[in-house]
């Protein structure tokens, strides 16, 4: 018994070994910087100048940059943790394949498609502004 706790002491904590900190602090980085260009786009708006889209370009390169770091690292985390339902019962034993599926299934797939498609067309035919505006809704 001695022996298995001494093992356990020894054995590094799940979030250290995950680095989950780094993953959180990663993602409020990159929240801020995207709502700060958000603003930047507000305010551009509001007194109804040009942006500078070079610097915006830039730093836009720079968040998708993060972000691909950020993703990478999500992988090696979530390849260690495993999540398993509590409760499997008849209610929801028919939809759990679909709730711990990584993909849609292939019908799902295909109505997903079609109302994007149909969204889409219906979305052409409005200016841009109008297009942006429905498409956030």
């Known amino acids: ?5 001494t093992q356990q002491q020894q ?7 995950l680095n989950l900190d780094y993953v959180k602090r990663q993602t ?8 700060r260009i958000l603003e930047d786009f507000e305010a551009y708006s509001q ?4 942006p500078k889209w070079k610097d915006i370009l830039g730093r836009y390169k720079m968040i998708n940059l993060d972000l691909f770091i950020l993703v990478e690292e999500v992988k090696q985390v979530s390849k260690a943790l495993v999540v398993f339902p509590k409760n499997v019962n008849a209610e929801n034993a028919s939809i759990l394949p679909v709730m711990l599926a990584s993909k849609l ?3 799902m797939e295909t109505d997903n498609n079609v109302k994007i498609d149909h969204l889409l067309q219906d979305v052409q035919s409005l200016p841009v502004p109008m297009q942006i505006e429905t498409l956030k809704v």
Do not use: H, Y
Request: hydrophobic fraction near 35%; glycine fraction near 0%.
């Open 105 to 107: 299934l292939p019908e």
């Open 11 to 17: 054995a590094p904590p799940v979030a250290e070994e």
């Open 47 to 50: 007194t109804n100048t040009t």
């Open 28 to 35: 409020q980085s990159l929240q801020k910087a995207i709502s």
């Open 1 to 5: 018994m001695e022996r298995a706790t």
